[in-house]
């Protein structure tokens, strides 16, 4: 059976939990799901710099999935952390679940609005649906102004507050579909398109359904040009152990 | 089990074949696949005249088997012909075997290449790649200059001729992948990849995979906006039995 | 004279004697208009469905029209529907009625904005407006929301509903033209234009008096790419007699 | 009957004439042509310090024939000099030959490729394009490396050169149709069009033909935003007689 | 010691005295800075129109500095007025005050807003911002609706206006930064800044210090392309004495 | 006197040093540079695994110099290794060498063509220039296929085969200046540029130079939005005290 790779890239376990259970749920008997999060780093990734020290710990992960011999992975962050790296390393198909979700969300709406937690990281959401060619399916970036792990927390108000902003963005944004742009919002998805009305699409299952099905044709990550392995060479002090070789 | 719909927009039978394998090969025992044509319309679609006349009888195809409950529905021609329409009469999703493809490619390489038969299809198929926002990802739009119908033929040069497009994308596009333009190569993907050492990406099999994958997680095509249903109104002499009701 | 051939797309003869009488004017003497509508196919286009199911009967008229000699085509619809296919089968020059005030707004104003029936239009109006390229000139497309048939109607709110949207499109949207999207709408222009002191553009007018003018300075249709003549090939069933020779 | 006035933004006569001929060819007896240059500034326009020095005096050859009653303006140099300030003291419509050429080219073709003098004038009529939103619809802009006034001069081998540009554009560009990117081209298009058996456009004739056409419409210049009606204030020194009143 | 020449390319001295000594502070003593303004045009720029009459005279005055030998020039106007003519004659950097900033708040934010004038200055410095590829960086332009010359009046409520347009950007746009977009607001950028507590750029001081670091670091405006030196060739009438030679 | 930190994100320190001369050179007796280059990661950056290992050392270095009260950073490597992540904790301004190169090559010339190293770097610059918006000013990305290090080498035949890469710019891109992409380069801008006579560009000097400039005129980084400071919370394990507090 195949072995699929989810790596939530901050530290939080109990994130990890949630991700895996829906990609789990997601590809069903097709593949068995790993999970992992990195030894270091952030316990939430809420802007550019927690994004930086969650990258070589993920990579990490990564590298030992791959020596296991997994046929793809998954990083269960929305911003799709260290996306790039992880492909030059990998053999097998890399997705993240923002972009998932908008190539979902492509393929089913003409154009959707994402839904994020906090406004400090729509800049970099934006950055990579302009990369993936997708901006022009956005209608636009919302932040619900909720912290990361209030998503984790029982009873938080923070579903009532993204429920309140696919409202709007029903109304103003002239969006077919709404994406959730935060790997916590996972097990929200169902109930909110039911109560709105509106495809609601969370990235961890299309991200996971996605890896399997490539996989499952034979597709590999490319190895020209930006994705090439990386070339050997010293790396120093504590990033010793992460030289390619 | 899941029944996913393969409609070949043109009405050359040995075309709808091999969709149909391809796609049935491609999704393996999670789901039948169904596989049709349009009673009228061109053999083979090269450009927009012949495009126009392959829409109304693959919509009536569509039509027929949502009222029998399929999945979803695979549009087999590259150039994703009467997609737009497929989907305003759809419940679950509908992906071109074109859309699929760059699709599929941004998931695994940079940028990308097409070949595809005839030169005079390529504006079509660019306005499709501006149009789902991915012609930022292709590097090129080639032709090989081979009829669609030559692709159904034993011994036909023009296998030769699509790896010599391929050996020259490589070297001159800056392309990390490749993409099959046209549903007639389905069967060439694995041997062109492994004699050019590029991924080779062809659109039925990831089609039908993505297919299968959205509707394993209940996402359905968008009804708000474009992809509203039809409203009712009288359709004039032949073609007032395809009146939306 | 130069004949010039004005086609409604739809079937509600009403709807193409307005866009006759509106292209006759246009072109005044040095023209004569001859108007027609498809034998088959919807009483009124509002949405790519309906779309799909008018281009057919609307190629046989232009077809027929094209061996009777005439100089060039109006396509009189307002998503400009089946444009391409027929630019491949005329000799002289073809154009749709949005894509012709788009122009027209483009010469006159730095930027437009858009007054359309129903909002499940608007995603084809943007989508040729990107083809075109004059995505970049148009402020926006705004739906008036009414039904395309009301503006047959003697009385009918629809007007009023116009005038609210495109003074709401004044005030918003940093416009400095206004584009009707409707043949329907082809009467209302000079009247509109004097109550909101802005330029009020409706296409039939303007694509007949562009016909017009390319055809008597001799220019045609490019026959190289993707409006190159069909290839001649069987068209099964009920197509059959629509198949290039 | 309508007066349409041409003005050749460089001062030298014989291509105001030859742009006087050409317009009026295009209009028939539809207009009568009034064509002018200016008192003062370059006999030829290549580069940008060349057109900064070319608009005073156009502008007040507009100014005059404004107070005269023309219908309306063409300003006969390709790179469309003084387009915008031309417009916002015009009651009527103004279209510069570059920007007439384009949307031309645009009815016609789905791509098209330019022709210009010199390499030099290249960046600017990129710029336009891209102002225009048609760059989109532009393969390539090319220059034949001729001095614009060599095309004035019997025997030239400029012809020559621009017949070998297009010879080379449509081996390499994909382009559909080919814009001469010169006003004193303006004679050449037709013979030119039938040597390389593709549609070749020269500005000239369509923007005579295309103000007039909007003329006949009643179609006038916005004065909202950019080209509201300057503000009275002084000017001074030897502009003085230039100030708005 | 590099001298710098600053060029007000209206005729209004206050504005000149008021530009000059930003850019003296901006350089302190790097730098003499050298300012001047047209002998000829209008008093204020607002609009196309203006700004086509303040070119000559301010191409003049660059030329008179290049003589004198000056390391480089700041044109300063907010619709950086001439800016391709003016570097077409000049060896050293030319840099526009509408330029520089843009430049200055991409290195300092994600995005900005510019507050101008009148709403008729918008579609310029939207034309600018495309061509200069920032304005992808731009999240709106904005007008406070105050007249140039108001901003040289003591006690002017032109200062409140573009205070509460600063707040509304914040409020409306997403923006993370704001460009003052008139030199007359040279000397407002560091008190709206305290009192929004928002990065507020004005780009007389930055365009100054950019030139001047141009200069020291040896770069030197490019001879190739769009700023070749102007061809030598008559000039007529009273603008005999511009020609270049 | 203002003190500026240039860090090299790789740890070869002959790379730092080069990288610090020039911008000594660059900013002369108005500021002192201070250099610094990460404790840990590789040696050089080719790609995109080398970056995600570059950034957190990176980042130390800037907050420890940030504690210091330095005016603002370079980031010396042409890919600007972690410049969103080093603006979210600086105060003063920050740029990175490829950013500075481009910014300043937009400011001297219509177009420009860039020569970095390794082909596989080059998806990344373009990813930075779509980020920036300067893309539309890039000619092309070329890869002189040198690695990194070889720049360091006396003798080496890297200088050779940037300078082929010039000559064959300049003869196919039509591009009016050069950017050197790589910061090992930064020693043969002003040769390059007398032997091809055409402006190139290398990044350390402008980016100093701009650093410097920014600083002097008291502007900031914004912390509006995406550069806004890290929240604080917990890191894990080695990472444990890079948390921000």
Redesign the interface.
């Known amino acids: 059976m195949l072995r699929i790779h989810v790596v939530n890239p901050n ?1 939080t376990r109990s994130m990890t939990e949630k991700a895996a259970k829906a990609a789990q749920k ?1 590809v ?1 008997s ?1 593949a068995q799901i790993i999970a992992s999060q ?7 990734i ?8 969650s ?3 993920m ?1 990490a992960e990564i590298k030992k999935k791959e020596a296991d011999g997994v046929a793809g992975h998954v990083i269960a962050c929305f911003d799709d952390t ?1 996306l ?2 992880a ?3 990998a053999t097998g ?1 890399v ?1 993240g679940i923002g ?1 998932a979700a908008y ?2 969300a ?6 959707f609005s994402v839904i994020t937690t906090l ?2 990281s ?3 959401l934006k ?1 990579n649906l ?8 956005c209608a636009k970036v919302r932040a619900a102004e909720v ?1 990361v792990l209030s998503l984790e927390e029982e009873g938080s108000p923070a579903v009532a507050r993204i429920s309140e902003e696919i409202a709007r963005a ?1 109304r103003e944004d ?4 709404i994406v959730l742009g935060c790997a916590g919002m996972a097990d929200l998805a ?1 109930k909110l398109s039911t109560e709105h009305n ?2 609601v ?1 969370e990235g961890v ?2 991200a996971a ?2 890896v ?3 996989a ?7 190895k ?5 392995r ?2 050997p ?8 152990g ?3 070789d």
């Open positions: 530290t997601a069903g097709r990195p030894e270091m780093g952030p316990v939430s809420e802007g550019f710099y927690d994004e930086a020290f990258v070589p710990g990579l260290g790039e790296a492909r030059s390393i198909p997705i972009e190539h979902a492509s393929l089913l709406a003409g154009s406004s400090r729509i800049p970099a950055t302009a990369r993936y060619g997708l901006i022009t399916r912290p029903k002239d969006c077919e579909a169902a509106i495809p699409i299952s299309c359904s996605f399997c099905a490539l499952e044709l034979g597709l590999k990550t490319s020209l040009g930006g994705y090439a990386p070339l060479k010293p790396y120093l002090g504590s990033f010793a992460f030289a390619p």
